[in-house]
DNA sequence: TAGTGGTCTAGACCACATT
DNA sequence: ATGTGGTCTAGACCACTAC
């Protein structure tokens, strides 16, 4: 009767077969969806888990060093397991990948310049797969990096997974911690399309630089934990002074 | 006397103590580095190398999974772990982020038009970290995609690492598994800077395009798996219908 | 059938942080 | 002193592949 709370261990040759680990892995992430844990809240410990889903510590291990890795969760020794929260430097810098040329990576300042509400057109309803007639929030952003305004933003965001946004008094700028503790979504995956482009004299004159001059444009699509799109925002970036830095492998 | 291969089990208070199986990949990669197994060759299973490091069959599975997850290895069930070659699809796309829009990644050809040896000038001897009187071979590339000629590349790489390079016959197109096989060179890290740039007359020329459109240029620095700069490269790209895709987290 | 990697368990001990 | 995660070991069994 040693039943675990999942599939019962190996010779389990159902269709679809998930290792115990995968499950404990995946439970574990629809409980933080679920906000049974909240982001910044301690997990119990291997043993207590091991306990509640009647398989062995060693097994818990994995699962979670594996959604460490999935920066999920961080383990701190001696201290315990905590959810992600998107305010950890290490988090942060995942999201920002715009470098000053020759400087060290700073996280850049935001201002909201603009929010409204719009219909999702084609592009928008495209990328975050809604239908035409569904309501998007629109965030109109400008960024600074050491001080010289080099970035612009336009961010669509589904009105239905933002309810009460557009009655908030102020975005931050930490706009995915905001998402998390403000409205449950955990961006999880996220995707950069990076274009060159030519200024449009609209940009030209918001980043005060002569129409023409090339600019870094990419569009990104962002998914929360339990697999929804949140996100989709177009960027437009100087590239004079400044590069996208990617690392391979 | 349960002697390893590497400094004892815990308690081992240097400095800078690494845990065994930390020491085991190291000692793996420096092993594969030393061609004691060549790309594609096949390692003793577990329980030899077990044996071999005097470590437990548990320890070297972890090593072995954290290289297979660097893909340094893969690893078969039922067959066996092999160094990985730099020809799989999954290896060969990690480096090739250039996709066209609205289709399916495509492995570009590459013709080489030029094969030269040059003095590294500022730039190339900065990044390779080479000292100026140095000789770097110059290759320069163009490539296609479904068929269009859309990226133009140049690429140095240390003359001191690529000795016969020059006197090769013919240089292939997929050029990272070249080095590895006949230079022993395995390309372990990449990163790669991006920026919007206005395209020179010259590049306008070769890529058939008109003067003043906007182009993607990336540098690409590489490091191999025993840490020394291989490759510096700096490629233009159409932008018009291809974008360089970035997959975070 | 034999050999390989994959999963799961159980237990010992270490290192770290907090109380 | 206690509790946490980190490392290491040993052994059992499963699944896949090749012969």
């Known amino acids: 009767m040693n039943k675990n709370k999942f599939e019962n261990k190996l010779s389990t040759n159902g269709p679809s077969y998930q290792p115990l680990y995968k499950q404990v892995e995946e439970y574990v992430t629809q409980l933080i969806v679920e906000q049974r844990w909240k982001p910044g809240e ?9 306990d509640e889903f009647n ?7 994995k699962a979670l060093n594996s959604l460490t890795t999935a920066k999920i969760l961080e383990r ?24 000053a040329d020759g400087k060290t990576p700073e996280l850049p300042m935001s201002e ?21 007639d569904e309501e998007v929030i629109v965030l109109s952003r400008k960024r600074k990096i050491h001080g010289k305004l080099c970035i612009l933003e336009d961010i669509y965001l589904p009105k239905k997974y933002f309810e009460g946004l557009m009655e908030e008094d102020e975005i931050p700028h930490t706009l995915y911690h905001f998402y998390q503790t403000n409205y449950h979504h955990t961006v999880q995956d996220i995707s950069d399309r990076i274009k060159a482009v030519i200024s449009t004299s609209e940009d030209a004159n918001k980043l005060n630089i002569s129409e023409g ?4 444009l990419f ?14 925002r177009i960027t437009r970036c100087l590239s004079d002074d400044y590069h996208y830095l990617v690392d391979l492998m």
Do not use: C, W
């Open 42 to 50: 301690m997990l119990p410990s291997e043993f207590q888990l091991a």
């Open 55 to 61: 398989v062995s510590q060693g097994t818990v291990r």
């Open 76 to 99: 701190k020794q001696g201290v315990g397991t905590f959810v992600s929260e998107h305010t950890s430097q290490s988090a942060l810098y995942k999201f920002f990948p715009i470098v």
């Open 112 to 132: 909201t310049i603009d929010r409204s509400i719009a219909l999702a057109t084609g592009d928008i309803s495209e990328n975050l797969k809604l239908s035409p």
């Open 213 to 216: 001059e090339p600019l870094l």
């Open 219 to 232: 569009t990104r699509l962002a998914k929360s934990l339990d697999g929804k799109l949140i996100e989709y």
